[in-house]
T-cell receptor
Framework: GENVEQHPSTLSVQEGDSAVIKCTYS??????FPWYKQELGKRPQLIID?????GEKKDQRIAVTLNKTAKHFSLHITETQPEDSAVYFC???????????FGTGTRLTIIP | NAGVTQTPKFQVLKTGQSMTLQCAQD?????MSWYRQDPGMGLRLIHY???????DQGEVPNGYNVSRSTTEDFPLRLLSAAPSQTSVYFC?????????????FGPGTRLTVL
């Protein structure tokens, strides 16, 4: 089955700086890669996703890049703000088997 | 739309007890799933369903049963609770036939097994 590794597990960034979280996946058949943000005590919420026919996608301060050859994808947050503090999860999906596999999460702390 | 709802929000069980975690959605989503979330381990898929009458196992199905008699409901049953099942459980659903579309999570159930 799919295995998703996520790094780093914790990340502290000065407010205004950029944050990068990286994930690798094992199954070359995976073709959909969402990112979720989870605030303390709340449910995960989708913040951005990318499909395998796209190399990069951007939504305001958030961007995701995908390298299919290397089987890794990354989340980039620019101009970080205190409300970006949360746990972020990457995930990978093979549309063929409908199973979404999550990374172990990154706790991002924005330092004011 | 209420979205995805889960009950109860909190539950304490003794080892060996059984219970059902309820999950319902009112978005006419075909795909529903159950995850458990443990510290440092992300979300792990327990069971999922691609439509009424169809269920399948995820990554960690042992000790759990599911059924999908209607599109709206997807209950998760713990047959004989064990301390290892202490976790936060999330139900999720997604648009008609593809989990790849936006997946909506319920608010979660925090379960403690003593």
């Amino acid at each position: 089955g799919e295995n998703v590794e996520q790094h780093p597990s914790t990340l502290s960034v000065q407010e205004g700086d950029s944050a990068v979280i990286k994930c690798t996946y094992s199954d070359s058949a995976s073709n959909y890669f969402p990112w979720y943000k989870q605030e303390l005590g709340k449910r995960p919420q989708l913040i951005i996703d990318i499909r395998s026919n796209v190399g990069e996608k951007k939504d305001q301060r958030i961007a995701v890049t995908l390298n299919k050859t290397a089987k890794h994808f990354s989340l980039h947050i620019t101009e970080t703000q205190p409300e970006d503090s949360a746990v972020y999860f990457c995930a990978a999906l093979d549309f063929g088997n409908e199973k979404l596999t999550f990374g172990t999460g990154t706790r991002l702390t924005i330092i004011p | 739309n209420a979205g995805v709802t889960q009950t109860p929000k909190f539950q304490v069980l003794k080892t060996g007890q059984s219970m059902t975690l309820q999950c319902a959605q009112d978005m006419n989503h075909e795909y529903m799933s159950w995850y458990r979330q443990d510290p440092g381990m992300g979300l792990r898929l327990i069971h999922y369903s691609v439509g009424a009458g169809i269920t399948d196992q995820g990554e960690v199905p042992n000790g759990y049963n599911v059924s999908r008699s209607t599109t709206e409901d997807f209950p998760l049953r713990l047959l004989s609770a064990a301390p290892s099942q202490t976790s936060v459980y999330f139900c999720a659903s997604s648009s008609p036939d593809r989990v790849g579309d936006t997946q909506y999570f319920g608010p979660g159930t925090r379960l403690t097994v003593l």
